[in-house]
């Protein structure tokens, strides 16, 4: 018994009793962070913003959204400290080196930012316009319109990597065998997210976790308004056939707006998908021959109006790298953490402070930061059903961009 109780008491003494040397005198966290914020260079390559942007988030979250100042860590440094672990990223233990706090402090800060960000998230991933009556400046781009001018958005999953126990690996295996949460995202054509649902398990496909975004989560998804023809069939009276109607503007009376989508979804009304089995990523037309054929001809078209969200999320991982390298945080904080970013990436895009990876997007429409990979594939448990008038809009619509109309 004695040989039992000796090696747990001397763990205790080592955890309790054995205090580690006082840390040598030198800058404090704060000092970091205000020299920091003095160079422009250092202060977006620590925090991933500019200095003007630093200054309004943090107004914005202490008038706004209720974050202050503590006894041991001032609302300056505790937003610095948040930017700082998102955007390398950097651990807990890392945040305790840095700013010289207590590993409790830095926990304890880290979620009071967090609950903040995720109160702004609240407010600003949602479309600027509920109504969707405008039609975006991007759309009336020569090779979009008018055959893209009802188009609110783009529509995908991402993977985003994360660490969850041995007993839950196996869900989350993504078909790279990489553990990661699968969220899906909407948004529109000022590169801003509208919506987010994260939470599903990697192995989730891109459809499913769509069912559970207008169903479980309806009231708060942006669903496309319904086309003029479509709520009248919808209320018990002849459904509109749509055999002789030719012209884009007639069918879109019936199809109403709708978001871009790639081929893991159904060509559905408020949903257009491409041409399924026919070249369609933007890379594949870089080095390669120009489209062929009307499929090709509207995939190509489709991919470049749905290539926001790719930029989009290209923009995200490329400022906030935790999403990359996610550390070992509990399960449901990955996922706020997740939201948060987003957060963040809309407030930067709204402020209309200088950015460089929004910048660079804003200069050259193909430019992506982190090209994501393809497409997922049609699950082949799940039945493939389209709508018909749909598929009639998306022919007219290919016809159309073949035949230069």
């Not at 089995?277 to 499929?295: L, S």
């Not at 990876?357 to 090209?371: G, H, I, K, W």
């Not at 809009?393 to 109309?405: H, I, K, S």
């Amino acid at each position: 018994m004695i040989l039992q109780v000796v090696p747990i008491l001397g763990m205790y003494s080592d955890n309790y009793f054995v205090k580690l040397p006082r840390r040598v005198t030198g800058d404090s966290g704060l000092d970091w962070v205000q020299e920091t914020l003095a160079r422009d260079t250092q202060c977006y390559n620590m925090f991933r913003v500019e200095r003007p942007l630093f200054n309004r988030l943090h107004n914005t979250l202490v008038h706004s959204y209720g974050l202050k100042s503590s006894t041991k860590m001032t609302s300056v440094e505790a937003l610095a400290m948040f930017l700082w672990v998102v955007g390398s990223p950097q651990s807990v233990r890392q945040a305790e080196n840095r700013f010289r706090r207590s590993m409790e402090i830095v926990c304890r800060t880290f979620n009071r930012v967090l609950t903040c960000l995720l109160r702004l998230a609240h407010d600003i991933i949602v479309p600027k316009d509920p109504t969707f009556l405008e039609v975006h400046p991007n759309l009336e781009n020569p090779a979009f319109w008018p055959h893209f001018n009802d188009c609110i958005g783009a529509i995908d999953g991402t993977h985003v990597k994360v660490v969850v126990d041995k007993s839950k690996r196996v869900p989350y295996l993504n078909r790279h065998n990489e553990t990661s949460q699968n969220v899906l995202a909407v948004c529109d054509f000022d590169m801003r997210f509208t919506f987010v649902l994260s939470g599903w398990p990697g192995s989730a496909h891109d459809m499913r976790v769509f069912k559970d975004a207008i169903t479980t989560h309806h009231h708060k998804f942006p669903h496309p308004p319904l086309g003029m023809l479509l709520e009248l069939s919808c209320n018990n009276f002849n459904p509109i056939t749509l055999v002789h109607l030719s012209l884009i503007v007639c069918l879109s009376k019936y199809v109403g707006k709708y978001y871009v989508v790639d081929a893991g979804y159904p060509n559905r009304p408020g949903y257009l998908s491409p041409y399924r089995c026919t070249r369609y990523h933007v890379e594949q037309w870089q080095n390669d021959p120009p489209p062929q054929g009307m499929k090709e001809t509207f995939n190509h078209a489709h991919a470049k109006v749905r290539n926001v969200i790719e930029r989009s999320f290209g923009v995200l991982k490329m400022k906030f790298r935790i999403l990359l390298n996610m550390p070992r945080f509990p399960e449901d904080k990955q996922t706020r953490i997740i939201v948060a970013c987003m957060a963040l990436h809309n407030f930067i895009r709204e402020s209309r402070i200088a950015d460089r990876e929004f910048d660079a997007c804003d200069a050259d429409e193909n430019y992506n930061p982190m090209p994501s990979s393809s497409a997922s594939a049609w699950p082949e448990d799940e039945p493939f059903v389209e709508d018909i008038n749909m598929n009639a809009f998306r022919d007219e619509l290919a016809d159309t961009l073949f035949n230069g109309v």
